[in-house]
């Protein structure tokens, strides 16, 4: 079956401009994670959305990042005023917590993030 | 200290070889423990739960010390194909349930 999407695959921008990235989890997964690799690093946790529940932000490095849930389904997580610092894989992942054996992550192919 | 350490490597071993690596945590309350795999310029992929009693998958085992608070994953027979990195993942609870990745330990086969 279909995995989780992410677009676009790369984006180029300028720094200062606002950036949009879209994540599609796999369909009826409950639960959606936003993450970040730099390059030769681990995964950053940025944001985690479960069902309807108020969604855990802790990780957002700064007030420029946002991300919203639309639906209980795509997502999408906007940086506003991008800086060079925020040039990174941006990854997302959902999970089917709570229906069944749950925690396994099933990770999107990223989003190449570049801020020139 | 960080919340989940694993040595970066990169190790480089030959074909047949036994390799492990360690990873350490630091929340005696984790609660759950996994190692993904991550091939270059992909995205990481679950490769076996660690389960306390310890679990073999294959040529993989993974084994859980809640005592020291460490898990490992071992190798046997290494192939070519082996070559990524292994990122240790821990879950603990909290206000949300967030998954804390290691930075990954590089492995290298070689013919």
């Known amino acids: 079956g279909a995995g989780v999407s992410q677009s676009p695959s790369n984006k180029v921008t300028e720094k200062g401009k606002d950036v949009e990235l879209r994540c599609d989890p796999i369909?009826?997964?409950?639960?959606l994670y936003w993450y970040r690799q730099s390059l030769g690093q681990g995964l950053e946790f940025l944001i985690y959305?479960?069902?309807?529940?108020?969604?855990?932000k802790s990780g957002l490095p700064s007030d420029r990042f946002s991300a919203e849930r639309t639906g209980g389904s795509v997502s999408t997580l906007t940086i506003q005023r991008t800086q060079q610092e925020d040039s990174a894989v941006y990854l997302c992942?959902?999970?089917?917590?709570?229906?069944?054996?749950?925690?396994?992550?099933?990770f999107g192919p990223g989003t190449r993030l570049t801020v020139t | 200290r960080k919340e989940v350490e694993q040595d970066p490597g990169p190790f480089n071993v030959p074909e047949g070889a036994t390799v492990a690596f360690n990873c350490t945590y630091s929340?005696?309350?984790?609660?759950?423990f996994f190692w993904y795999r991550q091939d270059c310029r992909k995205e990481p992929k679950l490769l076996m739960s660690?389960?306390?009693s310890g679990n073999e998958d294959g040529r993989f085992t993974a084994q859980l010390n809640r005592a020291s608070q460490y898990i490992s994953l071992l190798i046997r027979d290494s192939k070519l194909s082996d070559s990524a990195t292994y990122l240790c993942?821990?879950?603990?609870?909290?206000?949300?349930?967030?998954?804390?990745f290691g930075s990954g330990t590089q492995l290298t086969v070689l013919p």
């Open positions: 992942a959902s999970t089917s917590e709570g229906t069944g054996p749950g925690y396994e992550q099933y």
């Open positions: 369909s009826g997964h409950t639960a």
């Open positions: 959305f479960q069902g309807n529940s108020a969604p855990d």
């Open positions: 929340n005696s309350a984790s609660q759950s």
């Open positions: 660690v389960y306390s």
């Open positions: 993942v821990v879950i603990s609870s909290g206000s949300a349930r967030q998954l804390t």
